[in-house]
């Protein structure tokens, strides 16, 4: 079998001609997987629209009578949908719920049902379209055998029955959700799960170094494989990195479990301090890392009788470079 050409990345061509250093034939750049300055932005957020539409898919999954059982997760769907019609006025008619509480059984978080729900999340979409996903579960990894991932893992959510039907794996959430994104319309994920810092393969990262110095870092395939949008705008808040975990604790609320991502995404948002992105990443870490050490209280379960805090440490990722200090909106 002959092999593909390589498609550029930036201008997706297929260029030939002579190469030169870090540039392709066709003039763009190769990938540098380094994190690169944002001054000036790279390209604006869209404006609002008065006539938008609003769309969102809130999944919850408790793992019910299982080794692996989570208390959070239907707490925070719960949370996540007042919030959607209460702060951003999303209509109750047009977010799809799906937890095992649910009495429809096309609404029970059956990798089947996911499934349908993405899809039916991107169907149709035009321009001025807000469209939100949140997830609250389990969340694994498995060994990526095309070289697109840095780690050389990709990321993946669980449904409840993942133990039969398998997980969705971060390329099928790519494909599905991110692809189709046309000029104009916004997609905001919030992934709260386990090893979730990547898992909509979007091609940016945000990342803050040790030094404090944050940038963006690339991650889009060496393969050529795109990525992106088709002109709309993807960006996406996971609950951490992803060779971390994502805790599932009443050590923030005091009243009930919730996922520690969920809960300090919509306290941020709540109490008016995540007013731009970069101050609701910000916000969101602050509290995880000061509440949990505060209470000297473990946030994950950990082997034997030791506990100890678990730091998870939330991720911002976009389909493009752009000024994280712009306002966030849904």
């Known amino acids: 079998m002959a092999a593909k050409p390589f498609r550029c990345s930036t201008c997706h061509t297929a260029p030939k001609g002579r190469w030169v250093k870090n540039r392709a034939p066709c003039g763009c750049p190769l990938p540098s997987y380094r994190i690169t300055p944002v001054h000036p932005p790279m390209r604006p957020i869209t404006p609002d629209y008065r006539q938008s539409s609003k769309k969102a898919v809130i999944c919850g999954i408790s793992y019910r009578n299982t080794e692996y059982e989570l208390d959070g997760c239907i707490n925070d769907a719960n949370c996540m949908k007042y919030l959607l019609q209460t702060k951003f006025e999303f209509p109750e008619s047009t977010i799809v719920m799906l937890t095992e509480e649910e009495t429809d059984p096309w609404k029970k978080p059956t990798k089947r049902n996911i499934r349908n729900a993405l899809r039916w999340l991107v169907q149709s979409c035009r321009s001025g379209d807000s469209l939100v996903f949140h997830f609250s579960g389990h969340g694994l990894q498995q060994p990526n055998l095309k070289g697109e991932e840095l780690d050389g893992y990709d990321e993946t959510i669980c449904p409840v029955d993942f133990e039969t039907q398998g997980v969705i794996v971060d390329d099928e959430i790519n494909e599905t959700i991110v692809r189709p994104l046309t000029q104009g319309v916004r997609l905001h994920a919030v992934m709260d799960a386990c090893h979730s810092g990547t898992v909509l393969d979007l091609p940016f990262l945000w990342r803050t170094d040790r030094y404090g110095y944050s940038g963006w870092e690339d991650h889009r395939p060496r393969t050529g494989t795109w990525k992106g949008t088709y002109g709309g705008e993807a960006f996406c808040f996971s609950g951490c990195d992803d060779s971390q975990s994502s805790a599932d604790t009443s050590v923030l609320s005091n009243v009930t479990s919730t ?60 389909s493009y470079m752009f000024d994280v200090n712009t306002l966030f909106r849904l």
Do not use: W
Request: hydrophobic share 30%; with cysteine; glycine share 10%.
């Open 259 to 318: 996922g520690a991502m969920t809960f300090c995404f919509i306290q941020a948002i709540e109490q008016g301090d995540g007013k731009t992105y970069a101050s609701l990443l910000q916000d969101m870490r602050q509290n995880i890392h000061q509440e949990g050490s505060k209470k000297g209280t473990q946030m994950l379960p950990t082997s034997g009788s030791q506990k100890r805090v678990i730091i998870q440490e939330p991720q911002l990722s976009a």
